[in-house]
């Protein structure tokens, strides 16, 4: 892996991991989805910065803090600046950034900072298809949480465009460490 930047925790060069689509890609299927490298520290396992090249940029709005990475034609931009909502409580993933927001907190945070735990009974998630519906969970200004919903009558498989769910299936629900024990989910299924 390519050092770019030092780690603010235990200053070791960091090196750069495939993460997530780009946010206009998140609906396609695999194949056709151009990924997004995240800045990550393998000691840490920390990946708080996302590189960008030009034609990126504009997929995160004006608001984005978006600096340049030195000697270098490619850009970056935080991670948990990109988790930034106004929403509170639970609300449906409406838009291909707020649906970018549930990758990269399934990439990002649950797989990498906050890995999912196997004594708690824990499992890693594939990302949703175009098909799911994504619910995501905004508190204190950040997307802190999220829920991948099967919806009833909807096509259960790309594979299988006959098979339909008989009801709507909770698929993947992740709330942040610091957020949990607080009652989350049960807003999601209360």
Not at 117 to 127: G, I, K, R
Not at 160 to 175: E, H, Q
């Amino acid at each position: 892996m390519e050092g770019f930047e030092v780690c603010q925790d235990c200053h070791q060069k960091m090196g750069k991991i495939e993460l997530v689509p780009t946010p206009t890609d998140v609906d396609k299927i695999e194949a056709d989805q151009k990924w997004l490298y995240g800045i990550y520290c393998k000691q840490c396992r920390k990946c708080p910065l996302l590189m960008l090249g030009d034609a990126d940029k504009s997929s995160f709005g004006p608001n984005a803090e978006i600096e340049t990475l030195p000697n270098s034609k490619l850009y970056k931009v935080e991670v948990k600046d990109l988790l930034k909502t106004e929403e509170s409580g639970w609300f449906v993933a409406a838009t291909q950034l707020q649906r970018f927001q549930q990758t990269l907190l399934n990439n990002a945070i649950y797989t990498l900072e906050e890995p999912p735990d196997v004594n708690e009974m824990e499992s890693e998630f594939s990302l949703p298809t175009h098909l799911d519906q994504v619910r995501l969970f905004g508190d204190s200004g950040a997307v802190v949480g999220f829920a991948v919903i099967k919806l009833k009558g909807k096509q259960s498989s790309l594979e299988d465009p006959f098979a339909v769910n008989p009801l709507n299936i909770v698929d993947a629900v992740f709330v942040r460490k610091s957020h949990r024990r607080k009652g989350i989910v049960k807003k999601l299924i209360g």
